[in-house]
Nanobody, 125 residues
């Protein structure tokens, strides 16, 4: 079993920054790609960013150039640095572990098996 716990969400003004963390317990994440997704009220859960087991990042077009995903396998933690935040970034943000070890990151949520409880990010205009 893997437990994922997100933290770092909050309320920020447009143009501001937040850093989300996703800490894992139970098993090492080092051989798995990890992803960040978000879900706004009334909308589907969307892919935000992912990082492969060998540290290659992938981003949704909507966050490219503003968000940075990283991982620290020694701490079993994945991060999402979010800069130049916009009101449309408001959502609950979830981290997730790719279902397949050594698998490439995927944008589909079905390809991830363990999920955190989510952390709220609210960007005011």
């Amino acid at each position: 079993q893997v437990q994922l716990v997100e933290s770092g969400g909050g309320l920020v003004q447009a143009g501001g920054s937040l850093r989300l963390s996703c800490a894992a317990s139970g098993r090492t994440l080092s051989t798995y790609a990890m992803g960040w997704f978000r879900q706004a009220p009334g909308k589907e859960r969307d892919f935000v960013a992912a990082i492969s087991w060998d540290y290659i990042p992938y981003y949704a077009d909507s966050v490219k150039g503003r968000f940075t995903i990283s991982r620290d396998d020694a701490k079993n933690t994945v991060y999402l640095q979010m800069n130049s935040l916009k009101p449309e970034d408001t959502a609950v943000y979830y981290c997730a572990r790719r279902r397949q070890a050594y698998g490439i990151p995927e944008t589909y949520s079905d390809e991830y098996d363990y999920w955190g409880q989510g952390t709220q990010v609210t960007v005011s205009s």
